[in-house]
Structure formats: structure tokens, C-alpha cells
């Protein structure tokens, strides 16, 4: 069969003369003229000869052909694509139509990270066996409602696990902690012996107030109990009563400056009880996850807002209600996600215009372009769903992927046909041209980005495995599209107008080859301070840290964590018995990091019968069956004024009797406060006494039922064995099979990654078997620097093996790959001075450098030995400027992610930016350098 026209014959170059070959260059160094005659039978222009794919003599060079039929002849799917091209538009159209339909029907996205993972890990057995013996504990919403006082919290909680009891078609189950009516019963059982007779000493000082605000809850009541106390501290007698006058004053300060501020019973009653912690309370809900919908989670977090607003629980009344747990973190990160989508989507199509346009001059060249992306995007996501089934959070980012390397594809296709267009008498010639003269290197770029996306298949990471199958198909695609829809429509639309710019201009360009020795030393310079910053680059396994650090779910979760109040950040183990599990936890608590270690049996308090002889003189002290008789109220406004009144009056009294009283300085803030609430209130009409009284009650006396309620049902605790727990609170603990858990929480902030390894590898030690989150993160992360590091050398190898197979001269593989290692040194030192981690969200990133450097490096390296012929300035060609434009677009579609409220996504964007610039510099300044090293760019002498 003979040889196509313009690629010499094998053996042809040793048959010629030496007038011949020096014809063959004269005809390399200057462009043809039109074709003389058309392809018989096929109404296409004949092949043009391309002196890129030639040497004088006729020897095939580097990168022009290979062992594949595309790379000996990339023009092949071109000419076929051009006999027909309206029938190869409709195709594909009628295809893109049938992917949608198929995609609007099966897309499906797997949102759970640990599913990225291997499932043969022994880590992640660990997990998947905890998740099937306890599956309550997974998809919850943990629900922390603060308040300026402990009541409050505790009587917002109550309300709100109340209604969202009522609301079964949304919430499928509620666990109240300490808030379940078991734990509320049982509570003083709890408490260590010293705490509970401290408190009960507590309560028998305040008995004489509580017991006639229980027959009268009024404020002449409450005035006047205080009143009789200062009668008493004034002769001379001991009364307890400092802190009541305290927290009094601090009310009736509050009211009389129009600030929010009520009475804490609770901390009347243990009045040794630290005020500066949080007044917070938490319940746990599992709410009807809807996964129709992008954001499954919407409808009950919707619900559970309304009731706390329909409940009064805000900020305006002193309180607060936010959630986290893993449903709140997942549903605020969607949101922040889409929130920066939104803004990076409109910047990034505004600025990629831009960019094409400037790159290629032309309205058609950008519309064909953008045309033949979309449709491969879209091919690329079909495929992504018959291949793997579903996407994650990792494999998702093909479409990053796609688009940044798709359109380096159609921008050096396109930038090669307006080349040939100045050479060719026609636009088809110039479509043919072009596929001769770039085809091949798009060729032997697509396989090598491919086999390197391939190359992470072998990995335990799942979610980068599937990257690489979805990845690497969706190159070929793009190569097959860029050859057949592309031309198709260009031939279709009108031939672009105006002179073609190939040249990226400017004397910068000449300075690689003006001075090779200063650049080279530069870039020798700058490559040995990436590797000394290798030390230091580090991977940040926490997924809180990717998320908006704004975030409402995400600033409780770390609140919790640093105040270890309810932590969900938790270590858990099982085990086959409960002895064994009880033993097990002993040992871990002997460890520093470990703070407890809470079983089942922990459940059961110790010394029951001595804390009930405690409780029994309690309820012979206040009596059974504590009620208060009615609700709280002002009471007659006269009455309530008088007991002021005369408080105040007995206060002054008492005050002018001597020098260092005790309780001297709470009774003179709550004569203060009496007279400021006073003269406050004599500014308001006298229609608006009773209104200022019932605000006034609302304060002092509103939380009150509430902590006699409560403390009525601890005293009717009774003594229990483990046998006698509520299954509702067993099951959390054991499970249906008979399994144990321990919850092992941590002493050390798990904020910090350091203290974290720390934690979970001292817990490993004694339980090689734990399982959860904190495993999770470490354990992850391993794996996935793991997976990326054998990935990329895997990867490197791959290509290297491929390009020394494609490439005729070796040292062409060490040209394609240097600009990439220099550029993967500079990144990785850049993430070190920016304090940059490599991360879940931003390392997705690497594969994408890798594809663009080999790229680049394939297209740089091809025109390096065209140029020999063409006598053309390397940076001054049309390949030069695809690199920069291709590079650009790059940068503008994915950059403006830095400025996303989600951090992961932020990080991704910053990272992208710097190594494409690194990898167009190191491709743009660095290989022309060492190109001009070896031999002249241009047909020098």
C-alpha cells in the first residue's frame, strides 16, 4: 500500500540526491501554495505535505508518528469528518440529546467521603462494622440551644424536642440525653456524693424562699422573702442570701436599661456552679433525608427554624439555637459550594470569553470551540455513569478535568487551522492542514494524559480510582471530537476573518533563547529550593477544614470540640462482651489523651444507697410533691410596689448601720438596683405600670417552674441495675447482636491535626480495631497521600514508557517532562510559603497539572523539531500562543474558585492558579532554554 502523500516512502531518504533533499528543505522552508488537484472520487483536497511530520532525507521525526494509525496519519478522522460534516454535526447533536435524557434519569452522586475509600481497608471494616451494629448513630442532626442562663437553654431544649416529637413525618427519631425524662429522674444519682451533699446543703439554704414563692410565685412574694432576710442580717444573724441579692440586682439592672437579663434558678440553687461556661443544652434528631433533592436535608432543617422561631427561642429573648452533626455539616457545605459556584460560574464564563476571544481572534473559532467541549462534557458524564455507576466528591471533578484539558485541544486545533489558512487556497485544505500539522501531537497528547489518569485505577482510593477511569475516556473523546465535530462545524461556519495573530509577541519571548545560560540557572536555583521545601509540604486530613469556616454548623462543631461539651468527635470500639468492653475502657482512660472511656455500665451509677439517704433527707426537707400553685405573675401592682419599697427602704436602713457589713457589697447593688428600676419606671405613662410589672415577673420569676419541675422529678429517683435501663438509651450502647461500644473522648483538642494523630494512634495501640471519625480523618489521609504518590510515579513512568515508544529520540521524553517536574517542585514549595495544605478538595488538582504539563510539553517539543525546517521563532509560532491561551483559560475557568466561601473549593482554585502559571512558565521560558542549549530553534547556519 503506498505511503500518503507527504510522508516519505521507507528507504526513500537513501535513495535521493542530494539536489533532492536540499530541494525537500528549500520546499519545507516555504509555505505551499494551493493544491493543485482534488483526491479522486472523494471531492476533498489532497493531503498537504507537512514539513513538521519530515527531516531532510526523508527521516519520520520525533513525535510525528509512531506505532498508531492516528499519529501516522491524524488527519484521517478529519477528511471522513469533512465528506459529511452536517451529518456529523446531527449525530452528535442527536447523541448530546440521548446523554442528557439518560443523565436527567441515572446521575446519581454518592456524597459519603468514606465510600471514596476502599472498602478492603481494615480501617474502614472497622467502620462499616460499628455503622451496621449501630446504624441510629449515622445521619443525625445534633441541635445546641444556648441561652444566657442554664434555664433557659434547658427549657428552650425541652420545647423544641417537644415539637419536633409531633413532627414523626420528618423526624424519625429523637435522643434527649440528659433531657430524657430517665436521666431527669435519675439525675442526682449521678452526681458524685460530695457534689450531691453540697448541693443539698445548697437547697436547705434556699428553702425558706423557694417554699413561699411555691404557695405565692408573685413578686411581693419574692420582695418580700428578701426583705425578711435583711431583717434577719440585721440582727445579727447568718442568712445566705448574697447571691439571691446578687442575681436580683443583675435583673433589675437589666430591666431598667431595656437590656435582656433573667433570673437563673438553677444557679440560685447550686450556686458554686461556674457562670462563665456556656449555658448550652443538646439533643440528637435523625431527620427524613430526601435524596431527590440536592440538598436532601432542606424540608426538616426548614421545619425544625420555624419551630424555634414559633417557640420564641432567639436571639432576641436571649437565645440561640444552631445545628451541627454530620447532616447540618453536609447541608452548609452543598450551600456554601453552590454559593461560590454561582459567583465563580458568571466570572469564569465572562473571563473565558474573553480569553478565546483574544486568544483566537474569531466569534466562530470560540463558538466551535465551546460547541465541541460541551458536547464532549457531556459524552465524558455518560460514560462517567455506565463505567462507575455513580459519581463522588472526587470523581465528580472530571468535568474539572474535561474542560480544562478539552479546550487546550480545540485551541490548538483552531489556532493551527487560521495558520493554515494564510498557507492553503481554501478553508477545507487549511481544516486538513490543521489535523495534519497538530493532530498527531493531540494524538500523543490524549494518550499520554490518558495512560497518566489511568494510572491511579490500581489505587485504594476509590473515588481517584474512577477519577482515572472517567478522566482518561474522556480524552480520548475529546481527541475524537477535536478531529471530527470541530472541523465538521468550522466547515460549516464561516472561515474566520481578519489576519491570523500566532504570535504571542513581545521581546520577553526571545529572552530563552537570547540568554539560555541565565534562564536555565534560574530555574537550576529555584529547583533545588522545591526540593528543600519538600520536608515541609503536608497534607491536612480534617474535612472541617475544607468547609466555610463561617459556617453555623461548622463554628458550633468547633466550639464543642474545645470545650469538650458533647464533642461528636469521638473514638468507638466494639466488643463481644460487656466485661470485656469494661475492661478495656479502664485501660484507655489510663492514657493521657483519653479523657473517658464511657461504657454501658457506665450508665448505672456507683454508691446508690448512700446517694439515697442523701435524696430522702432532701425530700423531707422541701417536701413531696413540689407544685407551684399557679402560674408566675406580677401579682397586684400595688403590692408588688410596696414590697419593693419597703425592701428598698430596710436596705438603706441597714446599710447606714456600720462600717464592713457582711454581704455588704450585694446589698448595696440591689438598693442601687431598686432605685434605678424606680426612678426608670417613673418615666413611663401610668397606663404602662401593669405591663412593666408583668415584664418585671417575666424576668425574675419566669424560670422558675421549670427548676421546680425538675427538681420534683429527681427527687423521685430510685435505685437501678443495668438491666433496668430504658432500651431507647440500652440500644445506643448495645447492640441487636449482642455487640459493646465504648466511646472513647479525648483530652486534647482535636482541632489541632497533631494532637489528633496523637490521639487516635495512642487509642490504636491498646484498640488496633477502632473505628470512627478521628480514625477516619488519619486514616484517610494516609491513604490518600498513599494513593496520589503511587499514582503520579506510576503515572510518570506510564508516559515516560509511552512517549520512548511514540518519540524517536529519547532525550524528547526528558524534554516533555522537565517543564512538569519543575513546575510540581515550585507548586509544592508554594503550598509551603502560602501555608497551603494539600487537602481532599484541592489535591483533585494534580492530575489536571499533570495532563496540562505533558501537554504543553508534547506541543513545545513537536514544533521544536518543526521549526528546524520552518525557520520560524519557537515562541513566535501558533503552538506557543495555544499554550498561553489554553493556560489562561485554565486559569479563569477554575482561579475565581479561590473566592469561594468554601474552603476546600477556595484552596482548589488558588492551587490550580499557581501551577498552571508554573507550568506555562516552566513550559514557556524554562524548555525553550534548554532547547536552545541543545541545538538552533530556528534553521540557523
Not at 484552596?907 to 508554573?918: I, N, P, Q, Y
Amino acid at each position: 500500500m503506498a505511503e500518503p502523500a507527504g510522508v516519505p516512502a521507507p528507504g526513500a531518504g537513501r535513495r535521493r540526491s542530494h539536489q533532492a533533499r536540499s530541494a525537500a528543505g528549500r520546499t519545507a522552508a516555504q509555505p505551499r501554495g494551493p493544491v493543485a488537484a482534488d483526491r479522486p472520487g472523494t471531492g476533498l483536497p489532497a493531503r498537504p505535505r507537512d514539513p513538521a511530520q519530515e527531516r531532510p532525507g526523508g527521516r519520520r521525526i520525533a513525535g510525528s508518528g509512531g506505532g498508531l494509525p492516528v499519529l501516522k496519519s491524524p488527519s484521517l478522522l478529519t477528511r471522513l469528518a469533512l465528506r459529511l460534516p452536517l451529518a456529523v454535526v446531527l449525530a452528535v447533536v442527536a447523541a448530546c440529546w440521548f446523554s442528557v435524557d439518560y443523565l436527567s434519569t441515572d446521575l446519581r452522586f454518592n456524597t459519603d467521603t468514606e465510600d471514596m475509600l476502599s472498602a478492603e481497608l481494615d480501617w474502614r471494616r472497622n467502620n462499616i462494622r460499628l455503622d451496621q451494629a449501630f446504624p441510629q448513630e449515622d445521619d443525625t442532626l445534633t441541635v445546641v440551644v444556648e441561652g444566657a442562663t442554664p434555664d433557659e437553654a434547658e427549657d428552650g431544649a425541652l420545647a423544641l424536642a417537644g415539637a419536633l416529637g409531633q413532627e414523626q413525618e420528618r423526624f424519625r427519631d429523637l435522643f434527649l440525653g440528659e433531657l430524657d425524662p430517665f436521666f431527669r429522674r435519675n439525675g442526682l444519682l449521678y452526681l458524685d456524693q460530695e457534689e450531691l451533699e453540697r448541693l443539698a446543703d445548697d437547697l436547705a439554704a434556699i428553702q425558706p424562699l423557694l417554699a413561699r414563692l411555691v404557695r405565692e410565685p408573685t413578686l411581693a412574694s419574692l420582695f418580700d422573702v428578701l426583705g425578711d432576710a435583711v431583717e434577719e442580717l440585721d440582727q445579727g444573724e447568718e442568712v445566705p442570701i448574697g447571691e439571691a441579692m446578687d442575681a436580683v440586682a443583675g435583673v433589675l439592672e437589666a430591666a431598667a436599661q431595656g437590656r435582656p437579663g433573667r433570673l437563673s434558678w438553677s444557679r440560685l440553687m447550686r450556686p458554686g456552679e461556674d457562670r462563665e461556661s456556656p449555658s448550652r443544652m443538646l439533643f440528637v434528631a435523625r431527620p427524613v433525608l430526601d435524596y431527590e433533592n440536592l440538598l436532601p436535608a432542606a424540608e426538616p432543617i426548614a421545619r425544625l427554624r420555624e419551630l424555634t422561631r414559633e417557640l420564641g427561642l432567639v436571639p432576641d429573648r436571649g437565645l440561640r439555637v444552631r445545628l451541627t452533626g454530620s447532616v447540618a455539616l453536609a447541608h452548609d457545605e452543598l450551600l456554601s459550594v453552590s454559593r461560590g459556584a454561582e459567583l465563580a460560574g458568571v466570572l469564569s464564563l465572562v473571563m473565558v470569553l474573553v480569553v478565546l476571544s483574544w486568544g483566537l481572534r474569531s466569534a466562530v473559532l470560540v463558538v466551535a470551540s465551546l460547541a465541541t467541549l460541551l458536547a464532549g462534557l457531556l459524552f465524558t458524564a455518560a460514560f462517567a455513569i455506565v463505567a462507575v455507576g455513580e459519581l463522588n466528591l472526587i470523581s465528580v471533578a472530571f468535568a474539572v478535568l474535561y474542560i480544562g484539558l478539552g479546550i487546550d485541544f480545540a485551541i490548538h486545533y483552531c489556532l493551527g487551522y487560521r495558520e493554515q489558512l494564510t498557507r492553503t487556497g481554501t478553508p477545507r485544505e487549511a481544516l486538513v492542514g490543521a489535523a495534519d500539522k497538530v493532530g498527531g501531537a493531540l494524538a500523543l497528547c490524549a494518550l499520554t494524559t490518558a495512560v497518566g489518569f489511568y494510572a491511579f485505577i490500581p489505587t485504594a482510593y476509590k473515588g481517584v480510582a474512577e477519577l482515572g477511569i472517567i478522566a482518561g475516556s474522556g480524552m480520548i473523546i475529546s481527541l475524537v471530537l477535536s478531529l471530527s465535530l470541530l472541523p465538521a462545524l468550522l466547515a460549516l461556519l464561516p472561515a474566520p476573518r481578519g489576519r491570523a495573530a500566532v504570535s504571542l509577541g513581545g521581546h520577553l519571548l526571545d529572552l530563552p533563547q537570547r540568554h539560555p545560560r541565565g534562564v536555565l540557572r534560574a530555574a537550576l536555583l529555584l529547583a533545588l529550593a522545591g526540593v528543600a521545601a519538600l520536608p515541609w509540604v503536608r497534607f491536612d486530613p480534617d474535612p472541617l477544614h475544607l468547609q466555610d469556616q463561617h459556617a453555623e454548623s461548622v463554628q458550633a462543631l468547633k466550639e464543642l470540640m474545645q470545650s469538650g461539651d458533647g464533642s461528636p468527635l469521638a473514638i468507638n470500639i466494639l466488643r463481644p462482651g460487656l466485661a470485656e468492653a469494661a475492661a478495656l475502657a479502664r485501660r484507655l482512660e489510663d492514657l493521657p489523651v483519653v479523657k473517658e472511656a464511657v461504657t454501658l455500665e457506665d450508665l448505672v451509677p456507683a454508691e446508690q444507697d448512700e446517694k439515697m439517704a442523701i435524696i430522702e433527707d432532701l425530700q423531707l426537707l422541701l417536701g413531696e410533691g413540689l407544685t407551684l400553685e399557679g402560674e408566675p405573675r406580677a401579682g397586684e401592682a400595688e403590692a408588688a410596689l410596696a414590697s419593693m419599697a419597703a425592701l428598698e427602704n430596710r436596705l438603706d436602713e441597714w446599710l447606714k448601720g456600720g462600717d464592713a457589713l457582711p454581704l455588704e457589697r450585694q446589698a448595696r447593688r440591689l438598693r442601687d438596683a431598686l432605685e434605678g428600676w424606680r426612678a426608670q419606671r417613673a418615666t413611663a405613662p401610668p397606663a404602662a405600670l401593669p405591663a412593666v410589672l408583668d415584664d418585671l415577673a417575666w424576668r425574675l420569676l419566669g424560670l422558675l417552674p421549670g427548676r421546680i419541675r425538675a427538681l420534683d422529678e429527681s427527687l423521685g429517683a430510685e435505685p437501678f441495675a443495668i438491666g433496668e435501663l430504658p432500651e431507647r438509651i440500652a440500644r445506643r450502647w448495645r447492640s441487636a447482636d449482642g455487640l459493646y461500644r465504648i466511646e472513647v473522648r479525648s483530652a486534647v483538642d482535636l482541632n489541632d491535626n497533631a494532637q489528633l494523630r496523637r490521639f487516635v494512634s495512642a487509642v490504636r495501640q491498646v484498640a488496633p480495631d477502632a473505628a470512627d471519625s478521628p480514625v477516619t480523618y488519619v486514616e484517610a489521609g494516609r491513604a490518600v497521600v498513599e494513593a496520589f504518590r503511587q499514582a503520579f510515579l506510576l503515572a510518570l513512568a506510564l508516559i515516560a514508557v509511552l512517549l520512548l515508544w511514540l518519540m524517536d529520540e529519547r532525550r524528547d521524553v526528558l524534554l516533555v517532562l522537565s517543564p512538569l517536574l519543575l513546575a510540581s517542585l515550585l507548586t509544592a514549595a508554594a503550598t509551603v510559603l502560602l501555608g497551603l495544605p494539600f487537602n481532599f478538595a484541592n489535591i483533585i488538582a494534580l492530575p489536571l497539572l499533570l495532563g496540562i504539563g505533558v501537554d504543553s510539553g508534547v506541543h513545545i517539543v513537536h514544533r521544536y523539531h518543526a521549526n528546524r525546517l520552518s525557520g520560524t521563532r519557537l515562541l513566535h509560532t501558533s503552538t506557543a500562543r495555544a499554550v498561553m491561551v489554553s493556560a489562561l483559560t485554565t486559569i479563569c475557568s477554575f482561579g475565581n474558585l479561590a473566592f469561594s466561601p468554601h474552603a476546600g473549593t477556595a484552596s482548589m482554585g488558588l492551587l490550580l492558579a499557581l501551577g498552571v502559571l508554573f507550568t506555562l512558565a516552566c513550559t514557556l521560558l524554562v524548555l525553550p532554554a534548554i532547547l536552545a542549549r541543545i541545538g538552533p530553534g530556528t534553521n540557523a547556519p
